[in-house]
């Protein structure tokens, strides 16, 4: 099936899943809201329309990446199955649903203030790490793949859809210490083919094996755009606020961003912990100012 797929909307997969709204229709798989009937919960679907072998394998890999790492700042797989009353048996995931919107939904009303963006990158670069240290290169980190949702009283980024993820030895070897092999063996990326969506790619994309700094690079591209509504490259990664004159953001956060943007990996920020730590620390010299609780006619604390 191709994206022109029909909707699903009130099907039930595996007699358990009942589909309420189409959420998203991607280049392999559409998501959908649906009702879980045992535990009554609300759930996301992603049902994959691909039947490719290539995808196939994408997907279980996904899946498995989803259900074992364990990071707040992920979405985390609850199931997977394939569809037994669907003729061509299409696989399917089932996630915990994220209510709210992605970061490019957002940023289709305008930049976002500059104290969001860190928050958010922190949040996305601590989730990132976490996937670094698990031998995982995420490939494809932008405002589409970063969900806000509630948590508690704030905002919370969630990093979502690992379906283009580089999975290294570390991962690989943890898994087969308490599982005998199941999936088909990865395949190694093939040089000159960068994988990810292009204008998030730093320059070595596709000339070499994916490792962190890559996506290092892609979380500074969706900040910078965060800030300014561009891509680096289009402003030839001028600073935040000359590209912005409007903008308050600090200039320590510009140099923050330009270096995760930096052409050359060896010269780029080392690791998404650098970013998340630097993050951290602009926010933390620059706290925000609570406003008072109750005003006396509206003007006085």
Request: proline share 8%.
């Amino acid at each position: 099936m191709d994206s022109s797929s029909p909707d699903m909307v009130g099907r039930v997969i595996d007699g358990r899943y009942r589909l309420i709204r189409r959420l998203a229709q991607g280049g392999m798989a559409d998501v959908y809201l649906a009702k879980e009937s045992a535990r009554k919960c609300r759930v996301a679907i992603k049902i994959l329309r691909s039947l490719s072998p290539e995808s196939q394998r994408r997907f279980a890999v996904e899946a498995e990446i989803l259900s074992n790492i364990k990071s707040a700042g992920i979405v985390h797989a609850l199931d997977i199955g394939k569809a037994s009353d669907d003729p061509n048996g299409r696989s399917y995931m089932a996630l915990e649903y994220l209510e709210g919107a992605s970061l490019s939904e957002r940023l289709a009303q305008g930049p976002l203030p500059w104290r969001d963006v860190a928050e958010y990158g922190a949040q996305v670069a601590d989730a990132l790490h976490a996937l670094h240290v698990a031998g995982i290169v995420h490939r494809d980190v932008k405002p589409d793949n970063i969900m806000l949702t509630q948590g508690g009283d704030r905002s919370v980024a969630k990093l979502i859809d690992l379906g283009l993820a580089s999975v290294g030895k570390p991962f690989q070897e943890a898994q087969d210490e308490h599982f005998t092999p199941e999936l088909p063996a990865r395949h190694p990326t093939q040089l000159g083919h960068p994988i990810g969506t292009p204008a998030y790619l730093p320059p070595e994309a596709g000339q070499c094996a994916a490792e962190p700094r890559l996506d290092v690079f892609a979380l500074g591209v969706t900040l910078y755009q965060l800030c300014t509504r561009q891509l680096p490259q289009s402003t030839d990664n001028r600073p935040l606020h000359v590209v912005c004159p409007e903008s308050d953001a600090p200039e320590d956060l510009s140099r923050l961003l330009l270096a995760a943007l930096e052409p050359d990996p060896l010269e780029r920020l080392q690791s998404a912990d650098h970013l998340r730590r630097g993050l951290a620390a602009i926010l933390a010299a620059r706290p925000r100012m609570s406003s008072p609780r109750h005003l006396f006619a509206g003007s006085y604390d």
